[in-house]
C-alpha cells in the first residue's frame, strides 16, 4: 500500500509559480511511475505530467497544454516527486492530484494508477 501526500497549492497570479510536492510512503518508491492529474470544477481529471525512473535514466511525458510550462521531477531518496508550474495561467485553476503507478512504462490514463492523493487546490487569479 502507497499512501501519497499533496502540499505547496495556493493562490496565485496569472504569471506567476507554483511548486507542488507529493511525499510517498513505501519503501519501492523508486519502481513507481509517477504522475500529476488535474480536475478543474465541473470537468473531468484530466493528465497532467508523469515521470519514470530507472536505471538507465528518467523519462518524462506531459499534457500539450503544460509543456515548456511545468516541470516534473523527483528524489528518490526523498520519496517524493514534484511539479514546477512556471507561467501560470487561470485555466490552471484545478485540485491537483498525485498518483503512483506500478508498471514501469508511463501511462496517461487514469486508470493505470494504482494509487492517488487527496488533492491540493491551485487557484490562479487573472
Known amino acids: 500500500q502507497v499512501q501519497l501526500v499533496e502540499s505547496g497549492g495556493g493562490l496565485v497570479q496569472a504569471g506567476g509559480s507554483l511548486r507542488l510536492s507529493c511525499a510517498a510512503s513505501?519503501?519501492?518508491?523508486?519502481?513507481?511511475?509517477m504522475g500529476w492529474f488535474r480536475q478543474a470544477p465541473g470537468k473531468e481529471r484530466e493528465f497532467v505530467a508523469a515521470?519514470?525512473?530507472?536505471?538507465?535514466?528518467?523519462?518524462?511525458y506531459y499534457a500539450d497544454s503544460v509543456k515548456d510550462r511545468f516541470t516534473i521531477s523527483r528524489d528518490n531518496a526523498k520519496n517524493t516527486v514534484y511539479l514546477q508550474m512556471n507561467s501560470l495561467k487561470p485555466e490552471d485553476t484545478a485540485v491537483y492530484y498525485c498518483?503512483?503507478?506500478?508498471?514501469?512504462?508511463?501511462?496517461?490514463?487514469?486508470?493505470?494508477?494504482?494509487?492517488w492523493g487527496q488533492g491540493t487546490q491551485v487557484t490562479v487569479s487573472s
Open positions: 498518483a503512483a503507478d506500478r508498471d514501469s512504462t508511463i501511462a496517461t490514463t487514469l486508470r493505470r494508477y494504482d494509487y
Open positions: 515521470i519514470s525512473w530507472s536505471w538507465s535514466g528518467i523519462s518524462t
Open positions: 513505501g519503501r519501492t518508491f523508486s519502481s513507481y511511475v
